[in-house]
């Protein structure tokens, strides 16, 4: 305040309005670790309002992934499943229904709802699996967080997925042991670009990491009347495309889909 000091007694206008009392529930915990914190507030409010714990919020998501075009079923049903929350940094935890692609450390990312919707879909349209109503025997390469794991838990006969960086293999087993998942799912710390033999042939095989091929390993496990989803280096298109794959009685048979851009496919474990 500027001019003169106020006389006593103030008039109105010199009065402060008192700022409301913290809601009791309000209380600072200095003591408590700033990431427990940040979770429980994300589990309280997500941008819509809802609790993101709250099925709405996944089903919003879902018609949003319909109303782009994608009408796999059995897939829809999955995404409404698995709370995608649960498997990203607490402090993203209010993007994680927004369609985007996140970090999960390590220079990985979480891929995008649309574009797992798209593989899953593709997967489906795999002789065995469309036959099955379900993607039967799965190998995935690149468990990342453990997100798209748990979609194809939902969706599958076994689920086989591997992932090179033992940190991000350890939080995938974190992630799903505290997320309840159906069926037979099995996390393995191992280079991918091999595959895993013991438990071939896979009905369905998704990578979600590219490189310049295909590893022969895949083409070797892959059933008959299985598919393989997968992103590969294409020059003609100047950038990762996605390869479709499917082994018939007269051999493979390859199509090329839409362009996208996912992590590099890289040998060895780290
Ligand atoms: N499906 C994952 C996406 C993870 S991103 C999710 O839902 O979170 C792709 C992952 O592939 C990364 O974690 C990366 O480390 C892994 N990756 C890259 N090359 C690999 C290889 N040769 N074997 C296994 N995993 C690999």
Redo the contacts with the bound molecule.
Sequence with gaps: MSGKPPRFPLGLQHVQPRSPARPATDVLRPQRPLHEAARDAARRVAPSGLGLDSPAVRERMVARLHADGLRCEPVLRAFAAVPRHH?VDSALATQAYEDTSLP?G?G????KPSV?GRMLALLFGGERAAAAGHLGRVL??????????ALLAQISKRVVS????KP?HDK?RDNLAASRHPGDLRLLY????LGHAPLAPYDSIV???GGEDIPQAWLDQLAEGGRLVAPMHDPAAGGQVLVVIDRRPEGLRRQVHDAVH???????TA
Aim: net charge neutral.
């Design positions: 498997f999960i390590l990985q990312t979480i891929s797992v995935e390469i690149g468990t990342g967080c453990g997100y798209q794991a591997i992932e090179r960086l991000l995938a191992g280079d991918g670009r990578a979600a990491a996912f992590v590099p496919l890289k040998s060895g």
